[in-house]
């Protein structure tokens, strides 16, 4: 059976995506049919765009901007609801299958590009399994892996009473750090390998693995190396046209920075007010959680300081913040992209391309040169099955970004590469570790100021108790 066929446009935050997808949409819409499709849908794939409102924190399009495109998965989660990669996955699949027999064609546009990835491959997700119906779900018993049900017999009472009552709702490690600790205690004894995969304070994915445990009866890591072993592993789920958007990041930090000063001028600061006031209401829902998904985003936690205490010199430090945060984030984006979804893509197109990746440079002024005639003019070949160009040979940014070492996409490999580990020196308190991912984030914190003062500080107290023994 071949694989239907969908558009994906991914890159930095204020690259132009959104821009883009409109534009193809626009096009496809008004020249159709092209190969059958008789027009484009665009589906969001940004995990703050979601949620209602707040179209200044989150940066959507403007209705009147959209020039009468659907946009799906746009702003219907309210702030506090969780709303996970798997969970966007399901929805977006069950839209793309709507879309495909209505002959549209569906275009994923947005910058969490963690979504996308697991969109075009499945298989890769670790998962809770489908909730059983109520009626069996008393007279089938979870069968318990024998690695497991030891694990659970030697639980201290605490920790079993914990995995007998798992929250619904992952504890906040700002405001309930010793729950938050609890739960990754508990992992740990029950899936060492997975819990050296999450930090504690990530709770979220802490609980998650600990609820796979609960409804499987396996590790989580049984079921990755499982995974590892799928030749399904590398096949895509459509046969997908990529673009990937990008920005030389020194013209990219220019524009995040007037990005940032217009959502100010727009009235950033009371959509902030009204977030602080849905958290707080006395009539706030217990089953939200007002630590995640919205309230992780840039701008909020940047200038929420500045709201509790107003001044001058607070807003300049709330908006240099914000700036810097949008520029280490976008760099994030990019490293992703390159060391994600480029070697996933690599492994998909061995023996044949299936989901071909294009990177087009909106780095100058050019935009209907470098940007939108060659995307319609490779969705063009792509849809009606004509010859595509080499990726690599549409311009010298793109040879240069597509060019990467080989990286394994093994799920095994990368859960292992992955662990983290107790910094000793900067853990003061037990209950309360620092955890540093291994290789390259642990070179750098090892070079960090704090890092160095309290290993200066802790060899000079085991330099005078020596004297002291000595005497």
């Known amino acids: 059976m071949s694989l239907r066929p969908i558009i994906t446009i991914c890159g930095t935050t204020g690259v132009g995506k959104s821009r883009l997808a409109i534009e193809l ?7 159709a049919p092209i190969a059958g499709w008789k027009g484009a849908k665009i589906i969001n794939a940004d995990a703050m765009q979601v949620y209602k409102g707040l179209d200044i924190i989150t940066n959507k399009v403007p209705e009147n901007e959209r020039q ?29 299958g709507e879309l495909h027999r209505s002959h549209q064609l569906p275009i994923v546009v947005g910058g969490t590009s963690y979504w996308i990835q697991h969109l075009l491959f499945p298989n890769r997700l670790l998962t809770k ?9 008393a007279q089938i018993p979870v069968l318990q892996s024998e690695q497991i049900a030891k694990s659970i017999q030697s639980l201290p009472p605490d920790l079993l009473d914990l995995f007998n009552h798992l929250p619904e709702v992952p504890p906040s490690a700002k405001s309930d750090p010793d729950e938050a600790f609890k739960l990754h205690q508990l992992l740990s004894l029950l899936d060492p390998i997975i819990s050296r995969r999450w930090h504690w304070k ?28 799928d030749d399904r592993e590398t096949q895509p789920r459509f046969k997908a046209l990529s673009f990937w958007l990008y920005a030389d990041s020194e013209v990219l930090g220019e524009r995040l920075d007037s990005r940032v000063d217009d959502m100010i001028s727009q009235g950033l600061l009371d959509e902030i007010r009204c977030l602080r006031d849905i958290a707080t209401t006395e009539h706030a829902s217990p089953s939200l959680d007002f630590t995640l998904g919205i309230y992780q985003s840039i701008g909020y936690r940047e ?105 394994s996409v093994n799920p095994q490999q990368v859960l292992e590469a992955r662990t983290k580990k107790i910094c000793t020196v900067c853990t003061l308190q037990p209950d309360r570790p620092v955890m540093i991912e291994e290789g390259e984030e642990w070179k750098m914190h090892e070079r960090t100021k704090v890092h160095r003062k309290l290993m200066a500080r802790q060899s000079s107290q085991y330099y005078k108790a020596g004297n002291q023994k000595l005497e």
Not at 25 to 31: D, E, H, M
Not at 129 to 137: I, L, M, V
């Open 25 to 31: 949409a626009t096009y496809l819409n008004k020249n």
């Open 68 to 96: 009468g495109i659907d946009h799906l998965l746009l702003g219907f989660k309210d702030p506090g609801e969780q709303y996970v990669v798997g969970d966007w996955v399901k929805d977006a699949s069950n839209l793309i």
């Open 129 to 137: 399994p489908e909730e059983p119906k109520p009626a069996a779900s």
């Open 303 to 407: 200038f929420c300081a500045y709201l509790d205490a107003p001044s001058d010199s607070t807003f300049r430090e709330a908006e240099e913040r914000m700036k810097i945060s949008t520029r280490q984030y976008a760099k994030r984006q990019v490293s992703w992209l390159r060391n994600k979804l480029i070697p996933a893509i690599d492994a998909a197109n061995a023996t044949e391309i299936q989901t071909p990746l294009y990177i087009l440079d909106a780095t100058g002024n050019k935009w209907d040169d470098n940007v939108q005639m060659p995307a319609q003019n490779i969705l063009n070949a792509f849809l009606n099955g004509d010859p595509i160009p080499e990726p690599k040979t549409l311009s010298a940014t793109a040879q240069k970004m597509l060019t990467i070492k080989n990286k």
């Open 202 to 229: 990530d709770t979220r994915k802490v609980l998650r693995s600990l609820a796979i445990v609960k409804e499987t009866g396996r590790c989580p890591s049984e079921i990755i190396s499982e995974q590892s072993h």
